[in-house]
């Protein structure tokens, strides 16, 4: 069990100024959080809210007084994993009846009260702008037995006064802005998230130089659609500019950014900062004009590569992500084909690919989702296959190639070896253990490549497949 007020406790000693008014509480909460990074830097700021009330979070499902989800709305399947949760988390609920379970994030937003009345497991349902009531709202069930709802979208809610209580890493996120005011066509986040807002630039600046003395090496400033940020006067590029000055020796990224704000200034400020990392998500979603006007994302094919080249052109080498959806409504064959046409252009060095889900509420549900199953499906085969060997073609570009590296954690599929990343967002695995030893002039064994989780090391890449380089430490 992890205790979250030992945990705010060492923040509080590493800044000052912040007083949690601590009750005691030996309640425990265990959290599960599903969809994108945004969620999960949402539960940190949670779990934070959740300790500054006594709660201390529980690895344990067995052992947890409350079972909260963080949900995501963004395609049905998301959706459908959550209802599939519920039904198993019954078990828990009949073992224990004082169980509190609560859904909060997007599924929550949108869906509400019907979630209480649907799911009668569910006690709780919380909105990404209500965290602050996630204790209440618990305590409120334990008390009394009422099940509550909290679901009020805020226009300046940014939880800018909360340390979020994250897991020990090198690499942590920092939310910059929230909500998204674009309104594509297909897309329930600005339902579910509400209106943009952008957090105060000192703070965001304060964070990223304490995550720095807390041993954070790359930081990712996150938020739906990161180059609105907006405050006072300063754009995202001048908060960039900003973050990357005040912690030079930080790698500094940003994900998720929208083609129509990414602008010269923006481009200029990645190549002048060496420690903002050199990758760009950009998601062009597809290739077809025709679409991406149905699709409202205010931009044409010609804009994206007038962007994609000039950052190539700026920054070579640079790394470039994507997101693509694959079957929206009228999507035709010749417009599948310009879509593959453009990634064969762009070359990325890594696609998330889906299939069109129709979304309640959008303006594209009111469209008939008239592409059959089998066919969404084998556009997305085609580009997801077409992704792979174009991630293969780029990773083996690299081999023979000496790169700098941060070294992340242990590999996940054995401890012999280590996760390093590239500044252009690649994993690179490399052996944990020392290749080599030799013996100085005074007789003492030398370990040659004595490196650990945090550093920053140069690597040759020796091997490569689709999703992952493999590299050696340079003497
Ligand atoms: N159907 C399929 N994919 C979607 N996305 C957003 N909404 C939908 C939807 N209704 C994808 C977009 C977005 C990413 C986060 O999820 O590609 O960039
Ligand atoms: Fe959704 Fe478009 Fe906003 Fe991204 S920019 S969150 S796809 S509405």
């Known amino acids: 069990m992890i205790n979250l007020n030992n945990l705010i406790l060492d923040n509080n000693n ?7 008014n601590k009750s005691e509480n030996d309640k425990k909460v265990y959290i599960e959080t599903y969809g994108c990074q945004m969620n999960y830097s949402d539960t940190e700021i949670v779990l934070s809210v959740l300790s500054k009330s006594g709660y201390n979070e529980t690895t344990d499902i067995n052992n947890a007084d409350a079972i909260l989800l963080n949900t995501c709305s963004i395609r049905e399947n998301a959706e459908k994993k959550i209802f599939y949760r519920l039904d198993a988390l019954r078990y828990f609920k009949k073992r ?16 509400r009260k019907d979630l209480l009345e649907n799911k009668k497991i569910v006690d709780i349902i919380v909105g990404p702008d ?4 996630v204790p209440q709202l618990i305590d409120n069930v334990f008390e009394t037995g009422e099940k509550g709802i909290a679901v009020k979208l805020s226009k300046v809610e940014t939880y800018d006064d909360i340390i979020p ?10 939310t910059i802005m929230r909500g998204c ?4 066509t297909y897309c329930v986040v600005p339902f579910t998230r509400g209106r943009e807002r952008s957090r105060k630039l000192t703070s965001i600046i304060d964070e990223a130089k304490r995550l720095y ?38 790698r500094v990224r940003y994900t998720t ?51 994609m080249h000039k950052a190539r052109e700026m920054m070579p080498g640079i790394g470039f992500s994507t997101d693509i959806i694959s079957g929206f409504p009228t999507e035709t064959e010749e417009d599948h084909k310009m879509t593959i046409n453009v990634m064969k252009e762009v070359m990325y060095d890594y696609a998330y690919m889906f299939t069109y889900s129709r979304r309640p509420n959008t303006k594209a549900f009111r469209m008939e989702d008239d592409i059959e199953p089998e066919v969404k499906t084998r556009r997305l085969d085609e580009i997801i296959e077409l992704q792979r060997d174009m991630s293969y073609e780029s990773n083996k570009k690299l081999i023979g190639k000496i790169t700098n590296v941060l070294i992340e954690t242990i590999s996940k599929k054995s401890d012999d070896y280590l996760m390093a990343r590239t500044d252009c967002n690649k994993s690179v695995i490399i052996p944990s253990l020392p290749q080599k030893t030799y013996v100085d002039k005074s007789g003492d064994l030398i370990l040659n490549n004595n490196y650990k989780i945090g550093d920053f090391i140069d690597v040759r890449i020796s091997k490569c497949n689709s999703a992952t380089l493999f590299g050696e430490t340079v003497e």
């Open 257 to 307: 950014s929208h083609p129509y704000d990414l602008n010269l200034k923006l481009l200029e400020t990645m190549a002048e900062h060496d420690n903002i990392c050199k990758y760009i998500h950009l998601p062009i979603q597809s290739g077809s004009d025709r679409i991406l006007k149905l699709m409202n994302r205010e931009y044409s094919v010609s804009d994206y590569m007038k962007v």
């Open 96 to 111: 224990n009846p004082n169980l509190v379970i609560g859904i909060l994030g997007c599924m929550a937003e949108r869906l």
């Open 14 to 20: 590493k800044t000052s100024g912040l007083n949690f």
């Open 213 to 250: 003395d807390e041993g954070v090496r790359d930081i990712w400033l996150l938020g739906q659609n990161v180059n609105s940020y907006k405050f006072e006067n300063y754009d995202f590029s001048d908060l960039l500019k900003q973050v990357a000055i005040s912690v030079p020796k930080m």
């Open 165 to 174: 209580i994250r897991r020990d890493g090198v690499s942590a996120w920092i």
């Open 181 to 184: 005011d674009k309104f594509c």
């Open 130 to 133: 209500e965290y602050r009531k």
